[in-house]
């Protein structure tokens, strides 16, 4: 089992940054794929950027490439997702995921984290 508590959303302003953490238990992290995910009112649940259990690789969905970075540092189990050069467009809830397979599928991914809110004003 894994459990996964984000942090780091709040309310900022376009162009701002914000640091999204991912913190997750169990002495396992390294062995998954982790995932940021954000879903929007009244849209499905997509996929931002996934990042294997080693680090070593990543992939963004293209809205957000060149401005959002993932990362993990598996010594201390946590993920975080650098976001820079914010839009409104960029507003939902974003979670974070855990799973056996490096995909950019939601569906496969097993655990997942209550969500924090992302609010970005114009």
């Known amino acids: 089992q894994v459990q996964l508590v984000e942090s780091g959303g709040g309310l900022v302003q376009a162009g701002g940054s914000l640091r999204l953490s991912c913190a997750a238990s169990g002495r396992t992290f390294s062995s998954y794929a982790m995932g940021w995910f954000r879903q929007a009112p009244g849209k499905e649940r997509e996929f931002v950027a996934i990042i294997t259990g080693s680090g070593s690789n990543t992939i963004y969905t293209d809205s957000v490439k060149g401005r959002f970075t993932i990362s993990r540092d598996n010594a201390k189990n946590t993920m975080y997702l650098q976001m820079n050069s914010l839009k409104p467009e960029d507003t939902a809830v974003y979670y974070c995921?855990?799973?056996?397979?490096?995909?950019?599928?939601?569906?496969?991914?097993?655990?997942w984290g209550q969500g924090t809110q992302v609010t970005v004003s114009s």
């Open positions: 995921a855990a799973g056996q397979r490096f995909t950019t599928y939601a569906r496969q991914y097993e655990y």
